[in-house]
Nanobody, 126 residues
Framework: QVQLVESGGGLVQAGGSLRLSCAASGRTFSSYAMGWFRQAPGKEREFVAAISWSGANTYYADSVKGRFTISRDNAKNTVYLQMNSLKPEDTAVYYC???????????????????WGQGTQVTVSS
């Protein structure tokens, strides 16, 4: 059974930083792309960032490009999301997810990710 456990969320002032972590188990982590998504109250879930299985390729939503960095440590079965210059509109529950097929370039479509974590709350105050 695949398990994803996010951590690192919290309350931060605008302009601050947070680093989210997602620890994975139950699958050969290094074979699968990973993604981060977020959902704000009253809004649909949206793509934030994704990283290929090796970590060589990364992808970002326009809204976070230049501020957020996704990375992974395959030895630790963990993917990270470094969030800098946070804005109030970044407030959301953040989820990590694993892509459904191994050795496949990820997309922004949430429906193509098959396992999800429970989410971690990020709140940015103005």
């Amino acid at each position: 059974q695949v398990q994803l456990v996010e951590s690192g969320g919290g309350l931060v002032q605008a302009g601050g930083s947070l680093r989210l972590s997602c620890a994975a188990s139950g699958r050969t982590f290094s074979s699968y792309a990973m993604g981060w998504f977020r959902q704000a109250p009253g809004k649909e879930r949206e793509f934030v960032a994704a990283i290929s299985w090796s970590g060589a390729n990364t992808y970002y939503a326009d809204s976070v490009k230049g501020r957020f960095t996704i990375s992974r440590d395959n030895a630790k079965n963990t993917v990270y999301l470094q969030m800098n210059s946070l804005k109030p509109e970044d407030t959301a529950v953040y989820y990590c997810a694993t892509y459904r097929r191994p050795f496949t370039i990820p997309t922004m479509q949430g429906s193509l990710y098959d396992y999800w974590g429970q989410g971690t709350q990020v709140t940015v105050s103005s």
